[in-house]
T-cell receptor, first 111, second 115 residues
Framework: NAGVTQTPKFQVLKTGQSMTLQCAQD?????MYWYRQDPGMGLRLIYY???????DKGEVPNGYNVSRLNKREFSLRLESAAPSQTSVYFC??????????FGPGTRLTVL | GNSVTQMEGPVTLSEEAFLTINCTYT??????LFWYVQYPGEGLQLLLK?????DKGSNKGFEATYRKETTSFHLEKGSVQVSDSAVYFC??????????????FGRGTQLTVWP
């Protein structure tokens, strides 16, 4: 039981490049989330998916798109990366109850 | 709207000292409240939670009581260890409507414990 896994762990992009962050969970959870963590800002919700087939914007969705590929997988795409998107990205999942389970994070640098 | 304000750090303590990290919240309705911990280089882990007023969450010697009258959920530990060094996040879970199920985090408090 791996919990929530994220790939890649680290990534460096140039401004304007695109990339997709992958997230998968093996806990049969309905809900999945993408957050970004910036120094002194805590975690801010980018997008979430309450169930397979649905996605909704969170607090800071601009510059991102998501796909809930199936119940297990929820990907985050940056179409044209900007230096302001340099951050640590966390994926999380929950069964719809209170507790969210987090992945180990992806550290992204945009030059 | 929903928001969480927590004590700014960093907090530096000697081993066996008493720890308090303050957390207050603003929310509509009756949110659930959480403390998450992040060890260096890792994701967040749930430390404890409370789902209704006057509930006390506890885990690994840490405690926090849901105080609706003061809208607070302060984290305490009677005797910290070096292994408690981490970043601690207070959070609330949205209670209704478009916020249902969403977590709102404070900015985090860095704790360093020296031997």
């Amino acid at each position: 039981n791996a919990g929530v896994t994220q790939t890649p762990k680290f990534q460096v992009l140039k401004t304007g490049q695109s990339m997709t962050l992958q997230c998968a969970q093996d806990m049969n959870h309905n809900s999945m989330y993408w957050y970004r963590q910036d120094p002194g800002m805590g975690l801010r919700l980018i997008y979430y998916s309450a169930s397979e087939g649905t996605t909704d914007k969170g607090e800071v969705p601009n510059g991102y798109n998501v796909s809930r590929l199936n119940k297990r997988e929820f990907s985050l795409r940056l179409e044209s990366a900007a230096p302001s998107q340099t951050s640590v990205y966390f994926c999380a999942s929950s069964s719809g109850g209170d507790t969210q389970y987090f992945g180990p994070g992806t550290r992204l640098t945009v030059l | 709207g929903n928001s969480v304000t927590q004590m700014e750090g960093p907090v530096t303590l000697s081993e066996e000292a008493f720890l308090t990290i303050n957390c207050t919240y603003t929310a509509t309705g009756y949110p659930s409240l959480f403390w998450y911990v992040q060890y260096p280089g890792e994701g967040l882990q749930l430390l404890l939670k409370a789902t209704k007023a006057d509930d006390k969450g506890s885990n690994k010697g840490f405690e926090a009581t849901y105080r609706k009258e003061t809208t607070s959920f302060h984290l305490e530990k009677g005797s910290v260890q070096v292994s408690d060094s981490a970043v601690y996040f207070c959070a609330l879970r949205g209670y209704r409507g478009s916020t249902l199920g969403r977590l709102y985090f404070g900015r985090g408090t860095q704790l360093t414990v020296w031997p």
